[in-house]
């Protein structure tokens, strides 16, 4: 089967799980409305982020001409195809901008020093001009590369240099990525805490979406295999994915830490506030928890070789990276927005969970279809052949 | 006594890797094979137990792990307790890129030295050079000469059959 046919079940399963999403929204305005924007920015960061990692791992492989994604490219597009429609669900948290960002009071700005000088930067009008441009060029973006790819499909005569070409878009657009991606941490999760700065946020985050993209699309290929479809993937190149995952998990980590040491080191009030923070308050097993389930447990986990070629074992640590994942972005974002308001509520309740499956459900319902759009196998890569072939 | 070797040497590995089947396939033991990169598979032609050496690199990666925490913890709390900006002697995040480092130094350093110790490629624990074409370009197969039963002539043949550009004996 070389086309991905849409499965009607699938799809009442994922626009059930995006009703759970609207029922979890509607409980957190009724019980505690602050939840509402914490959450939808969590989420939609998350799976925005899962989206993006189709489009990242299609320039970093177009860049270094990799052959191992060839027999799965097809997947990456799709991931990448999610990106311009969970951008503009993103634009939603521009509504919620007042309980999110300290930084929209004027009055609070008005008796702050350190806010009035950072008010050139951190204002509503700049900030939802660099969200739709930062959106808009990663729409733009993903667009032009899979665009490319089904020209590739169509004319077989121009395949190679279709692909010699795509190096140097991919370059290019590396660079924008790395820019934009970066500043959108910056702007959407860092300036929550506008006293605070850390110059490392944007490759923290950038880990984050590394780990959790490897983490959902071994859990897709596996669901694909499943049910039939790309039957010419082997455990090599789950192998492979594995390996990836365990230095990205690792990745996360070192980055974890190297901006935890230098904070802790260096023991500034403005810096360290962040840390206090989350070790104190109730916050601490969250914050410790968050490290157990995106770093020891897959790293012990993935260590040997045997459990890389075992999908059973790939797909239970993949799905407690994701949850690590969601985690590691929910400790980054709630506790000074809830502190903020005056709440502290350092627990997590149905209300995270059913806003969490609905955005899983809107994200798997938008990425099946844009699969379903086209075949499955990336015809005319001149990459197709040495990936298929890949052995250990 | 001085151990002999019938040497089969090839120019191409495919002929190298069918010449290896063919042998296995009428129950010639295969001494070793020595190639100047990794070929892909061979471990399972040769039906090669799968390699131990990442227990090495384990239990070495933990002792430099163990060993860079105790030492630091010594220096810092026991032996010569300096009071850096206020903070605690027993500081483990402070050990933590020390510990990493000694980490990955013992693991990778016994690693390579536990697989050149194994694989005889040190001079000293028994090395010595089969053939010199398998430094370069050259994949050769080695076939140990036991006993009368072995018959060099017969075996010579098959692997000239097979593409084999020299087939020489060996005594090492």
Same mark, same amino acid.
């Given at each position: 089967?070389?086309?991905?046919?849409?499965?009607?079940?699938?799809?009442?399963?994922?626009?059930? &799980?995006?009703?759970?999403?609207?029922?979890?929204?509607?409980?957190?305005?009724?019980?505690?409305?602050?939840?509402?924007?914490?959450?939808?920015?969590?989420?939609?960061?998350?799976?925005?982020?899962?989206?993006?990692?189709?489009?990242?791992?299609?320039?970093?492989?177009?860049?270094?001409?990799?052959?191992?994604?060839? #027999?799965?490219?097809?997947?990456?597009?799709?991931?990448?195809?999610?990106?311009?429609?969970?951008?503009?669900?993103?634009?939603?948290?521009?509504?919620?901008?007042?309980?999110?960002?300290?930084?929209?009071?004027?009055? $609070?700005?008005?008796?702050?020093?350190? @806010?009035?000088?950072?008010?050139?930067?951190?204002?509503?009008?700049?900030?939802?001009?660099?969200?739709?441009?930062?959106?808009?060029?990663?729409?733009?973006?993903?667009?032009?590369?899979?665009?490319?790819?089904?020209?590739?499909?169509?004319?077989?005569?121009?395949?190679?240099?279709?692909?010699?070409?795509?190096?140097?878009?991919?370059?290019?657009?590396?660079?924008?990525?790395?820019?934009?991606?970066?500043?959108?941490?910056?702007?959407?999760?860092?300036? @929550?805490?506008?006293?605070?700065?850390?110059?490392?946020?944007?490759?923290?985050?950038?880990?984050?979406?590394?780990?959790?993209?490897?983490?959902?699309?071994?859990?897709?290929?596996?669901?694909?295999?499943?049910?039939?479809?790309?039957?010419?993937?082997?455990?090599?190149?789950?192998?492979?994915?594995?390996? &990836?995952?365990?230095?990205?998990?690792?990745?996360?980590?070192?980055?974890?830490?190297?901006?935890?040491?230098?904070?802790?080191?260096?023991?500034?009030?403005?810096?360290?506030?962040?840390?206090?923070?989350?070790?104190?308050?109730?916050?601490?097993?969250?914050?410790?928890?968050?490290? $157990?389930?995106?770093?020891?447990?897959?790293?012990?986990?993935?260590?040997?070789?045997?459990?890389?070629?075992?999908?059973?074992?790939?797909?239970?640590?993949?799905?407690?990276?994701?949850?690590?994942?969601?985690?590691?972005?929910?400790?980054?974002?709630?506790?000074?927005?809830?502190?903020?308001?005056?709440?502290?509520?350092?627990?997590?309740?149905?209300?995270? @969970?059913?806003?969490?499956?609905?955005?899983?459900?809107?994200?798997?319902?938008?990425?099946?279809?844009?699969?379903?759009?086209?075949?499955?196998?990336?015809?005319?890569?001149?990459?197709?052949?040495?990936?298929?072939?890949?052995?250990? | 006594?001085?151990?002999?070797?019938?040497?089969?040497?090839?120019?191409?590995?495919?002929?190298?890797?069918?010449?290896?089947?063919?042998?296995?396939?009428?129950?010639?033991?295969?001494?070793?094979?020595?190639?100047?990169?990794?070929?892909?598979?061979?471990?399972?032609?040769?039906?090669?137990?799968?390699?131990?050496? #990442?227990?090495?690199? &384990?239990?070495?990666?933990?002792?430099?792990?163990?060993?860079?925490?105790?030492?630091?913890?010594?220096?810092?709390?026991?032996?010569?307790?300096?009071? $850096?900006?206020?903070?605690?002697?027993?500081?483990?995040?402070?050990?933590?890129?020390?510990?990493?480092?000694?980490?990955?130094?013992? %693991?990778?350093?016994?690693?390579?030295?536990?697989?050149?110790?194994?694989?005889?490629?040190?001079?000293?624990?028994?090395?010595?050079?089969?053939?010199? %074409?398998?430094?370069?370009?050259?994949?050769?197969?080695?076939?140990? $000469?036991?006993?009368?039963?072995?018959?060099?002539?017969?075996?010579?043949?098959?692997?000239?059959?097979?593409?084999?550009?020299?087939?020489?004996?060996?005594?090492?």
């Amino acid at each position: 089967m070389t086309i991905y046919k849409d499965n009607c079940k699938l799809n009442k399963i994922f626009i059930l &799980l995006m009703c759970f999403g609207i029922v979890g929204i509607a409980g957190a305005f009724y019980f505690l409305p602050i939840k509402v924007w914490i959450n939808i920015l969590t989420a939609n960061f998350m799976v925005l982020s899962i989206g993006l990692f189709g489009f990242f791992m299609l320039a970093v492989t177009n860049i270094v001409g990799a052959a191992f994604v060839a #027999p799965y490219r097809k997947v990456l597009e799709a991931m990448a195809g999610t990106v311009p429609y969970l951008g503009l669900s993103m634009l939603v948290i521009l509504l919620g901008s007042h309980s999110l960002y300290e930084w929209t009071h004027a009055d $609070v700005v008005m008796n702050d020093k350190i @806010l009035m000088e950072k008010a050139s930067y951190l204002n509503l009008p700049f900030f939802s001009i660099r969200m739709v441009i930062c959106i808009g060029l990663w729409s733009l973006m993903s667009f032009v590369l899979v665009r490319k790819f089904r020209e590739q499909e169509n004319f077989p005569e121009r395949a190679e240099r279709i692909q010699e070409s795509l190096s140097g878009l991919s370059a290019a657009f590396m660079i924008i990525f790395a820019l934009t991606y970066s500043m959108a941490s910056f702007d959407w999760i860092m300036s @929550l805490e506008p006293h605070w700065y850390s110059t490392i946020f944007g490759v923290f985050t950038f880990s984050g979406l590394v780990v959790s993209g490897l983490a959902t699309l071994i859990l897709v290929l596996i669901h694909l295999q499943h049910h039939g479809y790309l039957k010419n993937m082997n455990l090599n190149h789950y192998h492979d994915l594995g390996k &990836l995952l365990l230095g990205f998990t690792t990745f996360w980590a070192y980055i974890w830490f190297s901006q935890y040491l230098l904070i802790w080191y260096a023991n500034i009030p403005e810096e360290g506030e962040y840390y206090v923070l989350r070790e104190h308050f109730g916050w601490s097993w969250l914050f410790w928890i968050n490290i $157990v389930l995106n770093w020891v447990i897959p790293f012990l986990v993935l260590l040997p070789r045997w459990t890389k070629r075992s999908k059973t074992v790939l797909q239970r640590t993949c799905l407690i990276i994701l949850l690590g994942q969601w985690l590691n972005l929910y400790v980054m974002i709630a506790p000074k927005v809830m502190e903020h308001h005056g709440v502290m509520d350092p627990t997590i309740t149905w209300i995270e @969970l059913f806003i969490g499956l609905g955005y899983t459900g809107l994200f798997l319902f938008i990425f099946f279809k844009r699969l379903s759009q086209s075949s499955l196998v990336a015809t005319n890569s001149p990459f197709l052949e040495e990936g298929l072939a890949l052995e250990q | 006594m001085n151990k002999k070797y019938l040497l089969g040497v090839f120019h191409d590995e495919h002929d190298m890797i069918r010449a290896a089947k063919e042998l296995k396939k009428i129950k010639i033991d295969i001494h070793d094979i020595y190639t100047p990169f990794p070929v892909h598979g061979l471990d399972q032609y040769l039906e090669i137990r799968p390699t131990r050496l #990442p227990v090495v690199t &384990l239990i070495a990666g933990t002792a430099g792990l163990a060993l860079a925490l105790l030492f630091q913890y010594w220096v810092s709390v026991i032996d010569w307790p300096i009071n $850096v900006g206020g903070k605690p002697f027993n500081s483990f995040a402070a050990f933590i890129p020390i510990a990493f480092e000694i980490t990955v130094l013992f %693991g990778a350093f016994i690693t390579v030295f536990a697989f050149l110790m194994r694989s005889k490629l040190i001079p000293i624990f028994g090395g010595g050079i089969m053939h010199a %074409g398998a430094t370069q370009d050259r994949f050769v197969i080695a076939l140990a $000469v036991k006993d009368a039963s072995f018959d060099v002539q017969s075996i010579s043949k098959t692997l000239g059959a097979f593409g084999a550009s020299e087939v020489s004996i060996k005594e090492a």
